[in-house]
C-alpha cells in the first residue's frame, strides 16, 4: 500500500524573503541612472533623478505585487 505523497508547496516566507532586497536594489539603480542623467544633462531641479527615482518605486510594487498575486495562485 502507498502512502498519499506530499505535494511539495514552497514556503510563502521563503518565497518573499529576498523582495526588500529586490526593491531597494530597483530603487537604488533608478536613483544611479536619475544622478547620471542630471550629471549627463543638467538642469536646476534635478528632475532626472526625481522622476527616474519615482518610476523604479513603481517599478519595485508593481513587481512585488505580482509575485504575490503568483504566490495566491499557486494555492
Known amino acids: 500500500m502507498k502512502l498519499p505523497q506530499k505535494k511539495n508547496k514552497p514556503n510563502k516566507f ?3 524573503s529576498g523582495a526588500a532586497l529586490q ?3 530597483i530603487i537604488y539603480l533608478g536613483n544611479l541612472l536619475g544622478v547620471y542623467l542630471d550629471s549627463k544633462f543638467p538642469n536646476s531641479d ?3 533623478t526625481k522622476f527616474v527615482t519615482l518610476g523604479a518605486v513603481i517599478l519595485a510594487i ?3 505585487i505580482s509575485q504575490v498575486t503568483s504566490l495566491s495562485k499557486r494555492e
Open 23 to 25: 526593491m531597494g536594489a
Open 46 to 48: 534635478e528632475l532626472y
Open 14 to 16: 521563503l518565497a518573499l
Open 62 to 64: 508593481l513587481s512585488i
